[in-house]
């Protein structure tokens, strides 16, 4: 049994709003799977596949507090694309962003609700991902989170080390999973989480027992309502595991 990273989750106080900005951004289609939940994927693309992790917006009334523990890199081509890439994404709305980051060659943003995210310089890397280089997430050791998740899913791991670790789907192809140390802890609820998926057969309640044998904990979320499972990683940063498909 495995798992594989199929989309991740995005708190939106607007979720239709905020999909037509990451649609735009991203050159996706929207659709839409009920009132308060807004989904984005390429034109054209059978979901799930690979060459690209999907993005759900779900409407939420909580206020954003907090830089994200998660967020996206959007890769770029050349410097040119890079520069011409920020101001389009200026006229759409987002604007520049300080978490600290100081003289770097990429660009922190933040999209129209504040989520923090990365407009990369070129990088040789990422010429093959699609518009997102990356999803990245915060944590305060790299290496256990990459034992997590190389076990949890069937994608490669590329590279570990004290500050950085690095997936990618086995077929080699869509964006990297990374995760990044940073100095700040994890502070309430991420508004926006990982979604995995396990594969045609599988038995969700079975795969939950494993996660929760490589690590993952039980956040003390009532799934009364819902037909998948919400667990935590070894950071506790929460993830989805939905029915398999």
């Not at 407009?119 to 256990?144: H, K, Q, W």
Request: some cysteine; overall charge negative; charged content about 25%.
């Amino acid at each position: 049994m495995a798992t594989r990273l199929v989309q991740i989750n995005m708190k939106a106080h607007d979720d239709a709003a905020l999909g037509r900005f990451w649609a735009e951004v991203l050159g996706w289609g929207v659709d839409s799977e009920g009132p308060g939940v807004t989904n984005l994927e390429p034109v054209g693309f059978a979901y799930p596949d690979p060459t690209a992790v999907c993005i759900d917006l779900v409407a939420r009334p909580e206020p954003k507090t907090v830089k994200n523990r998660v967020h996206i890199d959007l890769a770029t081509t050349s410097a040119a694309h890079q520069a011409e890439l920020v101001e389009r994404l200026k006229a759409l709305g987002a604007t520049l962003a300080d978490v600290g980051q100081g003289d770097v060659p990429w660009t922190v943003m933040a999209d129209p609700e504040g989520n923090e995210f990365c407009v990369l310089e070129p990088r040789p890397l990422y010429r093959d991902t699609g518009p997102i280089a990356a999803v990245v997430v915060d944590c305060a050791d790299p290496r256990e989170l990459a034992r997590f998740w190389d076990a949890a899913m069937d994608w490669t791991l590329h590279e570990v080390t004290d500050d950085h670790a690095r997936m990618r789907s086995a077929k080699g192809v869509g964006p990297y999973l990374e995760f990044v140390r940073t100095p700040d802890t994890k502070s309430g609820w991420n508004r926006v989480h990982l979604d995995v998926r396990p594969y045609p057969g599988d038995d969700l309640a079975a795969e939950a027992d494993r996660l929760r044998a490589l690590g993952a904990t039980d956040p003390g979320f009532d799934g009364s309502a819902i037909h998948w499972t919400v667990l935590a990683d070894p950071e506790g940063n929460e993830f989805c595991l939905l029915a398999p498909r």
